[in-house]
């Protein structure tokens, strides 16, 4: 499956963007999906997953600005990002997890191409 995040750009200190994923294989997206960011110099780090029961997880750094969704229909994952502060510049990428369970989810090895989130005044 490939995965093509789209969305990114250069937002100001509270302004919101929607980040969207989508797949080329349908059906994909009805299983666990998450939203991983990496910034300069940092590991990359779980921002929101959604398991396939629709249960979302956040980052505690995101909890109450964040919010993951998707469309079935659409194969496309969604990461809704409200007041977004200057720490949350990173690429952002989605990803299909092999494993996930209370608000943990392993990663796959494949990663597709990333969405940069730029927040500067």
């Known amino acids: 499956v490939q995965l093509q995040a789209s969305g990114g750009g250069l937002v100001q200190p509270g302004g919101s963007l929607r980040l969207s994923c989508a797949a080329s294989?349908?059906?994909?997206?009805?299983?666990?999906m998450a939203w991983y960011r990496q910034a300069p110099g940092k590991q990359r780090e779980l921002v929101a997953g959604?398991?396939?029961?629709?249960?979302?997880s956040y980052a505690d750094s995101v909890k109450g600005r964040f919010t993951i969704s998707r469309d079935n229909a659409k194969n496309t994952v969604y990461l809704q990002m409200n007041s977004l502060r200057p720490e949350d510049t990173a690429v952002y990428y989605c990803?299909?997890?092999?494993?996930?369970?209370?608000?943990?989810?392993?990663?796959?090895?494949?990663w597709g191409q990333g969405t940069l989130v730029t927040v500067s005044s």
């Open positions: 990803n299909v997890p092999t494993y996930y369970s209370n608000g943990y989810f392993r990663p796959s090895d494949y």
């Open positions: 294989r349908s059906r994909i997206t009805s299983n666990a």
């Open positions: 959604i398991t396939r029961g629709g249960t979302t």
